[in-house]
């Protein structure tokens, strides 16, 4: 049963120029078209580059941002058609932890009045005691210390303020949790120490998570499904296994060749698309295929006119590409100049690219050498 759906969600910002009287001139099309489902129980990764709308996304579930057109239906209720004061109330079972845990927390505050604020506006406690020992219950699940209720935010390390970000969504006892970039600001070490704790409570509190990272080894450790997002679109989803066994869309495909492998041998030889060009404007996006501008399959007289739909292939993968089979069965070939290998044992001479020649290592030892001869009496 799905928890959340999303059907064609549009999230808008006006572009507005004037002295005395403001006028809109254009939209920033920060979110534009998502359609996604997620079941209860699930972490449903996004993932993109920065500008993709990825976080705008994770906003507007929450309303946090206006949604301009779509419906956002959780567990039966479209969130975009309720009033202020119904949507304030239904946020309890909505929350979202923050990117940046010192950021998001009132640095004038103690610990105890950071995560009671929440209760006592939702009506959670009859009292303040009852509150703290809730509080105390919620502390030990994030591993801290009751010591860090008279404790400011100042005074705890990253991954402990991380913590207390995700315990004081937890105090509210929400179903959905937004998880926007939760480990980017965090060391290795502590990141893998937040991802277990996720986890533990998923399992523990029966949570759905909406997780929202640049990080691909990251949203393929928590996330059962991956959606990947590109200029304010959804271009391909599938479970994780599978997205990361076969992407479909080249804009994956680029992406997941970015992905380090721990083997010298295969990294040396294997393939990497290097996209050319910029990521184009939201306020001025392409027609057609919004990654035509980019893509090394690009074929001008579809792409470049007519927006492909979000289509299932199977087994829950859905691509938005035009030619997606034919990349995947090789057919299409790449434009190379717009796809270059990384230089490698296999790649070819008349690949290596010119600013970088094959001998640049033995020039620079020449010319360190003659540059200590002359120099020598």
């Not at 509190?205 to 990251?218: C, R, S």
């Not at 066994?245 to 492998?261: D, F, I, K, N, Q």
Request: aromatic letters at 4%; charged letters at 25%.
């Amino acid at each position: 049963m799905s928890l959340l759906e999303l059907d064609d969600v549009k999230v808008h910002f006006p572009v507005k120029r004037g002295v005395l009287f403001d006028r809109t001139v254009g939209h920033v099309y920060a979110v534009d078209g998502v359609s996604l489902s997620v079941t209860a129980g699930q972490t449903y990764g996004l993932v993109g580059e920065s500008g993709c709308g990825k976080t705008t996304l994770g906003r507007a579930i929450l309303r946090l941002n206006d949604i301009t057109a779509g419906h956002v239906v959780f567990d039966g209720t479209d969130l975009a058609a309720l009033p202020d004061e119904e949507m304030r109330r239904a946020r309890r079972r909505l929350q979202m932890v923050f990117q940046d845990p010192l950021g998001s927390l009132n640095p004038r505050q103690n610990i105890e009045s950071i995560l009671a604020e929440g209760m006592a506006a939702h009506g959670i406690g009859a009292d303040r005691e009852e509150r703290r020992t809730r509080i105390l219950e919620i502390l030990e699940r994030v591993g801290l210390p009751a010591t860090a209720l008279s404790r400011y935010p100042h005074e705890f390390s990253g991954g402990q303020r991380q913590r207390i970000g995700i315990a004081r969504a937890l105090v509210l006892e929400p179903d959905l949790i937004i998880c926007d970039e939760p480990v980017s600001a965090l060391d290795v070490s502590i990141q893998a120490q937040v991802l277990n704790l996720l986890e533990e409570l998923q399992d523990s509190l029966g949570l759905t998570y909406v997780v929202i990272a640049h990080d691909l080894a990251v949203v393929r450790h928590i996330s059962d499904v991956i959606g990947v997002m590109y200029l304010g679109q959804l271009v391909e989803e599938a479970p994780s296994d599978v997205l990361y066994a076969e992407p479909r869309h080249p804009y994956t495909r680029a992406l997941m060749s970015a992905v380090p492998v721990p083997d010298p041998d295969l990294e040396d030889s294997r393939e990497r698309i290097l996209l050319r060009g910029d990521l184009p404007s939201p306020a001025n996006p392409p027609t057609g295929c919004r990654f035509h501008t980019r893509c090394p399959w690009r074929q001008a007289e579809r792409c470049d006119t007519e927006r492909p739909a979000l289509t299932d292939i199977g087994g829950g993968h859905r691509v938005a590409c035009h030619f997606a089979a034919e990349i995947a069965d090789g057919t299409l070939e790449p434009v190379r100049e717009l796809a270059p290998k990384l230089l490698g044992a296999e790649t070819p001479a008349a690949e290596v690219p010119a600013e970088v020649p094959a001998d640049a290592a033995a020039q620079r030892e020449k010319g360190e050498r003659g540059e200590k001869e002359s120099t020598t009496p």
